[in-house]
């Protein structure tokens, strides 16, 4: 069943096309790769997506309603929520504060500020931050903060989790680490998108991989098949280094 | 709260309430004392706990003040608790309203928008309000009769008491752990479910409602209201040097903000007579240079992360990770 789907994307800035008439769709249960070069439309995806800016044109149905040009916010509450490429914690608060603010805020509703806290410490449990819960942010190291960006996100009890670039500047046991966690969320019933450079990372987990150029779809499918088609090796695979 | 800090509170408050028998000579120092750390505190809900670096609150100040001067000479309601509270609710009115333009604005943005507000609201009391306001004349408040100081002393001392429990309350709150994100954050906040518009035009708002009530009560301490004097960039610095001084984004540091700046004051004037402002300057780089934190900061051993440029701190990250 289809969860997430979008239609004819298109986003502009200025001259530039960023997204040019794209079509994606999410199947319940699945992991969706989203690989291509840099500047390729990936995160720009992520953000029409996730209601950071709206598209130009074109539309995105969650469950069946349209979630177009919604806020960041309404869509975090909604049930999709998303890691930034870049780790953005809330630096004047510990670990446990940083997914107490998230199940607080992302969740429709009002519920018990001790309820939040057991939820948050259970999901610290789940991304092995067990201990770090009152460690300030900056005590951890950069796979910890990617694990915290994880887990944060995960407190907003989503149904569909954008995870952006979550192995960037990791190393391999941490990259390995990293794939397991992503699939014990799977396990949990949630719906992923990965963004990913870590070519690795993208072709063991992901069903399905969507490969992007310059604003388009250029490939859609199985990873084997997918790494196999010429325009791909063209355009992402034989320029890039495979890591 | 740790039992430690409920004793000192408790402590601070028998002393402070007593103060007029003890030191007697020292009443009418400690009003403006407690005027500020009124004032500190509200410019540090907008500053401190959201990130919105203001110049230009003196406004609320000025409105909490005309509103209690205009109110007064009206012959309207000559009760002065009420007339206070309506100091404080115009200046939170007129934040609410302002505020939803004027914080499309962030950062630096916002910091130089903030001293054209207090420019505009200086102008519409000294000029385009003057058949009202009598323009730069200003306004008479009548002192109380028979004078005593004793009732200032203990409203202001009920205002700043009023104020701190509902600052600790606030940042306890809901509402302070979204202003905590949003200070830290505004993207990651928003994408973790805060709308964060209107809860930076709430921040706002109360922070207006908090220095409108100092405003208030200083135009009836003051007993004269004029616009240079309500509508001044020296009270807007005042209000910095006091939070960032004693600790920003904390309770504790605009209390003690407050008193060192007032002691300050009072050091420069008769050194420097009027050029004691020399001396807000100096205390304010000093902290700036030496100890980020405040006094707070150097004696709890942290430095308070109020960072109203997060898109600054993003880029140096980056970097770290890189």
Redesign the interface.
């Known amino acids: 069943m289809i969860l997430l789907e979008g239609r004819r994307l298109t986003k502009r800035f200025g001259g530039l096309v960023a997204l040019d008439n794209m079509d994606f769709d999410l199947s319940e249960g699945e992991i969706l790769g989203l690989v291509g070069p840099n500047g390729s439309g990936k995160t720009t995806l992520f953000n029409v997506i996730?209601g950071?800016y709206p598209p130009n044109s074109g539309w995105i149905r969650y469950r069946g309603e349209d979630i177009t040009g919604l806020?960041?916010?309404?869509v975090?509450?909604r049930g999709i929520?998303?890691t930034?490429q870049?780790?953005?914690?809330?630096?004047?608060?510990n670990v446990l504060?940083n997914l107490?603010?998230?199940g607080?805020?992302?969740?429709p509703g009002r519920r018990k500020m001790k309820e939040i806290e057991e939820d948050s410490l259970d999901i610290l449990k789940f991304v092995g931050l067990r201990d770090k819960g009152d460690s300030p942010v900056s005590s951890l190291t950069?796979a910890g903060r990617r694990r915290l960006e994880l887990a944060?996100?995960l407190?907003?009890v989503p149904k569909v989790l954008l995870l952006d670039e979550v192995a960037a500047?990791l190393n391999v046991e941490e990259t390995e680490a990293f794939i397991d966690q992503i699939r014990k969320v799977r396990e949990r019933g949630l719906s992923i998108i990965v963004v990913e450079h870590v070519m690795k990372l993208v072709m063991t987990i992901s069903d399905r991989i969507m490969v992007l150029d310059h604003g388009k779809k250029i490939a859609d499918g199985p990873p084997e098949r997918v790494a196999n088609e010429p325009q791909v090796i063209e355009a992402y695979l034989g320029v890039q280094e495979v890591a | 709260m740790k039992t430690r800090v409920i004793v000192s509170y408790v402590i601070a408050l028998l002393l402070t309430a007593l103060l007029p028998i003890l030191l007697p000579g020292y009443v009418s120092y400690v009003i403006v004392v407690l005027m500020y750390v009124v004032m500190s505190l509200g410019w540090n809900v907008m500053g401190g706990y959201l990130g919105d670096i203001s110049f230009g609150h003196a406004a609320f100040f000025g409105i909490g003040a005309y509103t209690v001067a205009l109110l007064v000479n009206s012959g309207v309601s000559y009760f002065a608790p009420l007339n206070l509270l309506l100091g404080g609710a115009v200046a939170m009115a007129v934040g609410a309203v302002v505020g939803y333009p004027f914080l499309r604005l962030h950062g630096f943005y916002l910091a130089i928008g903030s001293l054209a507000l207090l420019g505009i609201f200086y102008s519409v009391f000294k000029d385009i309000l003057a058949s009202f306001t009598r323009g730069a004349s200003g306004l008479m408040v009548p002192a109380i009769k028979p004078y005593s100081v004793l009732p200032y002393y203990y409203s202001i001392l009920v205002i700043a008491l009023a104020t701190v429990l509902f600052v600790e309350f606030i940042v306890r709150s809901r509402l302070g752990m979204a202003f905590a994100a949003i200070r830290d954050d505004p993207e990651a906040a928003r994408a973790v479910g805060i709308n964060i518009t209107p809860y930076r035009v709430l921040g706002f708002s109360l922070s207006a409602f908090i220095v409108g009530l100092a405003g208030a009560f200083f135009a009836y301490y003051n007993n004269y209201v004029d616009p240079s004097g309500a509508f001044s960039l020296v009270v807007s610095f005042e209000m910095l040097v006091m939070v960032y001084f004693g600790g920003v984004g904390t309770v504790a540091g605009p209390v003690v903000g407050s008193i060192a700046v007032f002691a300050a004051e009072e050091a420069g004037r008769i050194v420097l007579q009027r050029g004691y402002l020399l001396v807000l300057a100096i205390m304010l780089l000093t902290v700036f240079v030496f100890m980020p934190g405040g006094v707070v900061g150097v004696l709890t051993g942290k430095t308070p992360i109020v960072n109203p440029f997060p898109e600054r701190r993003r880029k140096e990250m980056k970097h770290d990770s890189t």
């Open positions: 996730t950071v806020s960041a916010d309404r975090c509450k929520a998303r930034f870049i780790v953005r914690p809330f630096y004047s608060m504060q107490a603010v998230a607080t805020f992302g969740v950069l944060r996100a407190a907003t500047g």
